[in-house]
Structures are given as C-alpha cells and as structure tokens.
C-alpha cells in the first residue's frame, strides 16, 4: 500500500498575479489579461512560461468563482452570497471569454507549439482546436444568462420543505422516513413530498424552457442543428460517439432492466402486497429498521477517515486533511442547496465536499463517493497546468464510484453488526444496478429534447413517461401519483444545470464494476492501477486511462451481460 504523506497544503506563489488579488471588478482584471494577450513568444520556453501564466490566471478564477458557488449553495437563502456568484458569471466570465479563444488561437498559432512534447499536449490541443472552432462571440452573453437561470434551480428546489410531527425539515430529511416498517407513515410522507414538489411544477418548466430556449440559441449560433449536437462537442467527447450512447441505453435496456424487474417482484412477494408503491421502494422487505450508520456529521467524517485510511494511508491523509482546511460542509439543513459534489480548486489543489447528510446509508455511499472524487484532486494536483486537471466526467466518476465498491470491505468501521453489514452491502450492489436504467432514461431524454427543440410542456411530459415505462421493470404501480411520476425529472439537477452530464456516471459505473473485480481478486494491484490512473488527469484519452486502471472502455451488451452476472454473483454470497 501506498506510504505518500501529505502535509496541509499551501497554493505555490504566483509569478503572473498578485498574492493577495481580490477580484472585486473587472478592471483589477483587465492588466493581465491584456499581457499574456499581448506577450511575444519567441522561444520554446517562452511558449511553456507563457502556458503556466495562462494556468495560473485559470486557476485563480476558477478558485474564486468556486468559492462563490460553494458558499451559494450552503446558503441559498442569502441573497449577498447569491449576488457574489451572479456578479462573477454575468459581470467576469463574459469579459474573460474573448480572451480564453484569443489565448487559443496565439497557443495554436505559435510555430514552437510542435515542439512541446508528451501526450498531455495532444490531448490539451484537441481540446484547444475544438474551442476554437466553437467559440461564437454572441454565445458570450447567451452563456451569461444560462448561468443565472440555472442558479434558479437551486434556490427552488433549497426551498423545498415539509412540515413533518410538528417540525419543518428537508426533503432529504423527509425522504428518511420512506424506509419506515410503517406502510401508512411512509405513504403519508410520501404524499406531503409529492405535493410539496408539485407547488413548483410550473415554475420548474417555465425555467426549463427558459433553458431550452437559450441552449437551443447557443448552438444554431455555433452552425449546429441542435443543443445535443452542439453540446456533445463543447464537451469533448472525441472517444466516442453519439451512437454509443445509444448503444448504451440498448445494453441497459436488454441486460439490467430484467434485473431490476426481478428486483422489483422479489420485493412485492417479500413484503406480502398486491401491489408495490412507488413509497414501498426503499423499505427493508424483512420488517428490519432502517440502517444508520452514523448520528451527525461529526461522526461520519469520523468514520469515513478511519474507512480511508484502511483502504489506503495516503485517501485517509486526503480527507483528514480536508478536515483540517474547513473543506466539507456535510450536513442538510434549511436553505441548502440539494444533492452533493466535490468542488475541484485548483490553485490550492484541495477540493470542497458539499452534500446534505441526514443520517442515511445513501449518505454513507454520498460521502464516499464525494471522498474519491477528493482523492482524485489530491492525486493530480501536481500536474503541470489546471488544463491537465480537468477531468472527463468519466474519468471522474470512474474514481468516485469505484471508491464505493473498493470500499466496501472495511464498512465494518460503521456497521459493527453483521446482519447490517451485509444489509448495506446488499443495498449498494442492488442500487448499483438500479441506477443504471435511470442513467439511460435521463440520457436519452435529454437526446429527446434538444433534437426536439420546439417540443410543448405536454410532449415533454408524454414522452418522459414513454421513456421512463420502458425501462421501469414494470412492476411499480403510480396509479394516484401520476403527476408525480410525469415531473420527476424535475428532481434531477443535472438536467436544469449540467446538460448531458449524466450518461458519464452509467459509464463510470460499468468500469467501477471492473475496478472492484480487479480488487477482489488482488486488492493490493488494483489500488495500484487506480491510483495510477487517477495520477493521469486528463493527460491521456479515456480509453487509455480506463486501461491503466486495468479494465475496458466499453458498453456493449456482452461487457455489460459479464460485469452484470459479476455484480449478481456477488449478491449471491450475500443471502
């Protein structure tokens, strides 16, 4: 295992800008674009000094419009914190944009750029052509008002709650009680969630179409028929192909979904009932109280740094030493924004996990997976340029997710008892394999809608419903929640905020199974190879990295059927 000791990290010192640089407008700005825009490059090494300027100024405004996000969205009811973020993407992102495809051009343009050598460079210069060639001056401000509108999603959805046993709480709070033995509480909260969520229904789909529009309008000004076709490219994705994903759904569609209908009428015999509710579905079939693995977010973080430092020293060392920098803010409470994330920053190389514990074993695996997104921040802070460390997602998700699964043999850290120990595992592989299928309804919805640019509300919620039913397993029964079913897309964020960033996270997921199989066949080289590959940020192509990972790049049905049958094997041994 790995001996690395990391110290509390400290950013290196700028050379291009001042140590203590507020950015409070665009002219403190301004110097320094205009230098490296202007600076003459008359050597190789003046090519390489004028690329770690270049990274250095990135870096910093990431770092800075990071920070402004991370505090947003802790509190999303603070309007100085809201005006802080929408200052940085309506009044700096869009001067900065001019000078990001004038900067590519002078790198593409220098006769010294075929002299620099390593792969990294090949794959930072593809991106940099694709930049180019997307870059439209009248998408600068189109980018601007995509950014506030889709600030909006979290101030609506942060302003979900419920008013549970005489208390106001979240809706992540909320949603512990849908693992209750009592069928009628669940329902009860079930139902006050539905509602809740329903009183934002309308402002949910003007806002979506408010996106919809402004997207649509950002690639016809970039020559392209369609958001999809356009956004498959700004995302660069050159290892592989629309039809892919396609191919992806149909995998799932063929090998997973059977699974999950399996899953479905094995928990309807269990349970004893004649029909199995959409709030029947996170409850132990076997009457056993809900799993907790932790009290309070103190105790998770605890827990989750002893659960590090048994699969490796140096993941243990990542996150103790987040601790010690006040990176994480763990726990939900009134005004934060759902979901969770590790927020890369670039500058300093130490990322910030934000997530909304309640208590959960879903918390747990939220924890976890945050904390291998970390570890890969602290694995490839030392690359040269930030350009090298920001990642495809499905690099990114393949360090996360397969840190849930490696994981898993030293869950004993939060489960003493057996029985529980087992309960989680089961729960993880089975919700491993039931995400797959929601994976591929939210791509190929998304495929649906920006090829479809001038769809109704109506159409929208028909066809969410004909693609959602064909890869439900067909045995939950909506009757009385329709309308709930029709709108639950809404609670996906990745569809207002990061448009097809979700497919990478089915992708990721394939090849964590591998990661994992790999480990427990020889968990001493399979750390090896992750962590080999996680070095690599974004300095070779995906297939490439998934290689020094020791597993395949691949969603064909036959790869998907093997790690499938791998994944039920395992379950197998748990009953």
Request: net charge negative.
């Amino acid at each position: 295992m790995s001996s690395i000791s990391i110290s509390i990290p400290t950013r290196a010192a700028r050379k291009l800008l001042p140590e203590q640089l507020e950015i409070t407008n665009w002219e403190t700005l301004h110097p320094y674009f205009e230098e490296l825009k202007e600076r003459k490059i008359n050597t190789l090494e003046d090519l390489e000094s004028w690329l770690l300027d270049r990274s250095e100024l990135e870096a910093v405004l990431e770092e800075d419009a990071g920070w402004r996000y991370i505090k947003m969205t802790i509190d999303t009811s603070n309007k100085e914190l809201a005006d802080a973020y929408a200052f940085f993407i309506s009044e700096i992102n869009p001067k900065t944009a001019p000078y990001e495809d004038a900067y590519n051009k002078k790198f593409l343009q220098s006769p010294y750029v075929n002299f620099l050598k390593g792969q990294e460079f090949e794959i930072y210069l593809r991106g940099i052509k694709k930049a180019i060639e997307l870059f439209r001056e009248d998408n600068i401000s189109l980018f601007a008002d995509i950014a506030k509108e889709s600030q909006k999603y979290g101030s609506i959805s942060g302003g979900q709650s419920i008013e549970l046993d005489g208390q106001i709480v979240t809706m992540q709070e909320a949603a512990k009680e849908l693992k209750s033995t009592d069928r009628a509480r669940r329902e009860m909260v079930f139902e006050l969630m539905i509602n809740r969520r329903l009183k934002d229904v309308e402002a949910l789909d003007i806002l979506f179409d408010s996106l919809r529009e402004l997207r649509h309008k950002v690639a016809v000004n970039a020559n392209y028929n369609n958001f999809r076709d356009y956004k498959f490219e700004a995302m660069g994705r050159f290892d592989y192909s629309i039809q892919d994903c396609f191919n992806f759904h149909d995998s799932i569609a063929e090998e997973i979904v059977p699974i999950v209908a399996d899953f479905q009428k094995e928990k309807k015999i269990q349970l004893g009932y004649k029909e199995l509710k959409p709030f029947d579905l996170d409850v132990d079939p076997s009457g056993n109280a809900p799993l907790k693995p932790f009290k309070n977010g103190e105790e998770l973080l605890d827990k989750s740094i002893q659960l590090f430092y048994k699969i490796d020293p140096y993941f243990g060392e990542c996150l103790e030493t987040m601790r010690e920098m006040g990176h994480l803010d763990l726990v939900s409470k009134k005004g934060k924004s759902p979901g969770g994330y590790n927020y890369p920053l670039y500058e300093v190389g130490v990322p910030f996990i934000f997530m909304n514990a309640v208590g959960t074993q879903r918390d747990l695996i939220t924890m976890i997976h945050e904390g291998g997104h970390a570890v890969h921040s602290f694995l490839s802070r030392e690359l040269k340029l930030s350009a090298f460390k920001s990642l495809p997602s499905e690099v990114a998700e393949l360090a996360s997710m397969s840190m849930e699964l490696i994981s898993m043999d030293h869950w004993d850290v939060f489960y003493a008892d057996e029985m529980d120990l087992k309960r989680a595992k089961k729960d993880q592989l089975e919700t491993l394999l039931k995400i797959l299928p929601w994976v591929a309804i939210v791509d190929k919805f998304q495929h649906w809608i920006y090829t479809n640019p001038n769809h109704t509300q109506e159409q929208r919620l028909n066809q969410w419903n004909s693609i959602n039913d064909s890869f439900s397993g067909g045995h939950i029964d909506w009757s009385d929640f329709e309308d709930a079913k029709s709108t639950s897309w809404h609670r996906q964020l990745h569809i207002f905020e990061v448009p097809f960033y979700y497919i990478e996270y089915g992708m990721a997921q394939l090849g964590a199974i591998a990661v994992w199989r790999n480990y427990k066949n020889n968990p001493q080289k399979a750390i090896e190879q992750y962590m080999a590959a996680l070095k690599l940020g974004f300095t070779k192509s995906i297939p490439e990295i998934y290689a020094t990972a020791g597993i395949k790049f691949d969603f064909s049905r036959e790869y998907v059927k093997e790690l499938a049958d791998f994944v039920r094997e395992e379950l197998r041994k748990l009953n």
